[in-house]
């Protein structure tokens, strides 16, 4: 069983940068693809960014690409999600995901069988 705890949103102004932090416990980190998901009230969650078992595959929404950065330290069982030149349209709840161990990635929620409590994101105009 893998737990997830995400930190690091906040509100922010338009075009600033926030780095979102995911730390698990429990299972094998290494073996997990690790996603991160955002939700507005209202709408369904939906796909920002994955990250492969040892790092070296990543993919990302295009809403995000070219802004948004997903990384993991398998050492210190961490995700990042460094986002840059913010929008008031990124605002959300955002999440952190895994799948079940040595699966593949997904942009699929139904695909992520662990989840964080979310972290608040704002971006003011």
């Known amino acids: 069983q893998v737990q997830l705890v995400e930190s690091g949103g906040g509100l922010v102004q338009a075009g600033s940068s926030l780095r979102l932090s995911c730390a698990a416990s429990?299972?094998?980190?290494?073996?997990?693809?690790l996603g991160w998901f955002r939700q507005i009230p209202g709408k369904e969650r939906e796909f920002v960014a994955a990250i492969g078992w040892s790092g070296d595959s990543t993919y990302g929404a295009d809403s995000v690409k070219g802004r948004f950065t997903i990384s993991r330290d398998n050492a210190k069982n961490t995700v990042y999600l460094q986002m840059n030149r913010l929008k008031p349209e990124d605002t959300a709840v955002y999440y952190c995901?895994?799948?079940?161990?040595?699966?593949?990635?997904?942009?699929?929620?139904?695909?992520?069988?662990?989840w964080g409590q979310g972290t608040q994101v704002t971006v003011s105009s």
């Open positions: 429990g299972g094998t980190f290494s073996s997990h693809v």
């Open positions: 995901a895994a799948t079940p161990p040595y699966s593949s990635g997904s942009v699929y929620s139904y695909e992520y069988d662990y």
